[in-house]
């Protein structure tokens, strides 16, 4: 039976560990709408249509992967695509306490919606966006954290300064 999971995040920029969190939730749930979070609060890299663009890109020809965008609460996105589910990578243990009060904090207001946590597997364990910018900043080769179109646009915001 094929059911519907949203995978919300930032993106900023989509790393492997993320496609390989896509590839576990789509096994599963058989359609996965990952959607990508326009917070005007947040200070991100690249814009929402820029990640959404790059989504895109690493995700096409992948069966049962929609890319969306979404602001606002990720409980009224769910609801309003039909969905109960909703996707959240665990990296390490020290994601868990922020995860955990999320899902929590988005049962209390949608108890219909559930998030099931993913592991990506071991040897994308530690990738996390900030820490790849950070590498990036500091010119090292970011290719066996990102898909080579990712690294280039990363490395052109970079090199352009317009990056914070």
Do not use: C
Not at 47 to 73: I, N, P, Y
Not at 93 to 121: C, G, H, K, W
């Amino acid at each position: 039976m094929s059911r519907l999971a949203i995978y919300p995040g930032s993106f900023d920029p989509v790393t492997y560990g993320h496609l390989d969190v896509i590839k576990r939730a789509q096994s599963i749930f058989g359609t996965v709408v990952v959607a990508v979070a326009n917070n005007a609060s947040k200070k991100y890299i690249f814009s929402v249509e820029e990640r959404v663009a790059m989504m895109k890109e690493v995700t096409h020809g992948m069966k049962g992967v929609r890319v969306d965008v979404f602001q606002g609460l990720v409980t009224e996105y769910a609801k309003s695509k039909k969905t109960n589910v909703l996707i959240r990578g665990l990296r390490m243990i020290s994601d868990f306490d922020y995860e955990f009060q999320m899902a929590l904090t988005n049962r209390r207001l949608a108890e219909s919606i559930e998030t099931v946590f993913l592991m990506p597997s071991e040897r994308f364990s530690f990738l996390s966006a900030t820490l790849i910018k950070e590498v990036a900043r500091l010119d090292a080769d970011i290719s066996s954290f990102v898909p080579k179109q990712v690294a280039k646009r990363l490395r052109e915001r970079l090199n352009k300064g317009t990056a914070s």
